[in-house]
């Protein structure tokens, strides 16, 4: 136990006072240090740990492995995991000759685990962040508190936890913003929401953009994380929904003004979608916001 408190040059313990139980809540800061080839953290053998933790390489290079991969932890390189998922381990390099040094923070809470590995499962296990701005920065300005007990309000708290989980997210998608994959996928969608009363396909939009429908299927679900014809349905019957509440169109007209070849098409796609039929739609003036 001395040797692991050594390998800390510093660290800041939370504090969060009538906890919520859905917000996450962030326990330690620690600014570390490893040397040894014998320093290693596998998930499988933390079973009884819970909650999740954070880390990011300043200086030097650690290892991580996730999901059968291994990842060079270089300085601006993070891993985002739960603290025992059995797929993952960190270590000091076998090899390794230099100093890691990592500033790590951990938190938790009933629902921590469920939204990290959302995250990984969206983003994977390794980041790419920048040290001297954003999130980083703030982490390490806390070495001016070190040993200080740091008593936050839960939403405090769980602020603190979601500027590093948002920070991770916006790397990610800072990336595809830039892909010219992105733009594609842009001018598809575009296309759609244009053309909502076509009965169009995805090959047609496909042929449009001068790419097969399968890369158009493949690139479209991983940027947008669904399927080019469920994302078409759901802004038509969301429209659809639209004009139930609005106007007093008959389901036929609305089929039609949505691009569905007839009313029974229509609406075996609207009770999928919505769970309801479109008459018991406008009769309760519900739809589901999410579609």
């Known amino acids: 136990m001395r040797l692991y408190k050594k390998m800390r040059l510093w660290e800041v313990n939370f504090e969060v006072h009538r906890k919520l139980a859905s917000l996450p809540v962030p326990g330690v800061l620690v600014d570390e240090v490893q040397t040894l ?10 079973k009884e740990q819970t909650g999740c933790q954070f880390v990011y390489t300043l200086e030097g290079e650690g290892r991580y492995r996730g999901r059968g991969i291994e990842h060079k932890l270089l300085p601006g390189t993070a891993f985002l995991q739960k603290h025992n998922d059995p797929e993952t381990a960190y270590y000091y390099p076998p090899e390794g000759k230099a100093t890691w040094r990592f500033i790590w923070i951990s938190f938790f809470s009933e629902t921590s685990d469920k939204i990290v590995m ?17 999130i980083i920065k703030k ?11 740091q008593v936050l309000s839960p939403l405090a708290g769980a602020g603190l936890v979601m500027e590093v989980l948002t920070a991770l997210g916006e790397s990610i998608d800072a990336k595809k913003e830039s892909d010219p994959q992105s733009d594609l996928i842009k001018t598809a969608q575009r296309f759609i929401m244009e053309n909502l009363d076509k009965n169009i396909g995805v ?15 493949r690139v479209f679900k991983e ?4 399927a080019p014809l469920d994302y078409m349905h759901r802004k038509k019957i969301r429209h659809a929904c639209h004009l139930l509440k609005n106007t007093t ?8 003004r949505t691009g569905y070849e007839n009313a029974n098409s229509f609406s075996r796609v609207f009770r999928s979608l919505v769970r309801f039929s479109p008459a018991e739609v406008r009769k309760n003036n519900y739809y589901n916001e999410f579609l």
Do not use: F, M, W
């Not at 449009?208 to 158009?216: A, D, F, K, T, V």
């Open 118 to 134: 959302e995250l990984v499962d969206r983003y994977g296990y390794i980041y790419k962040l920048p040290r001297d701005r954003g």
């Open 203 to 217: 090959a047609e939009i496909a042929s449009l953009l001068n790419i097969s429908r399968e890369h158009l299927s």
């Open 37 to 46: 080839p014998s320093y290693r953290l596998e998930g499988k053998k933390r």
């Open 249 to 256: 169109l008959s389901c036929k007209e609305i089929a039609q």
């Open 139 to 149: 982490l390490e300005s806390y070495r001016n508190l070190r040993d200080i007990i």
């Open 223 to 226: 940027q947008t994380g669904i």
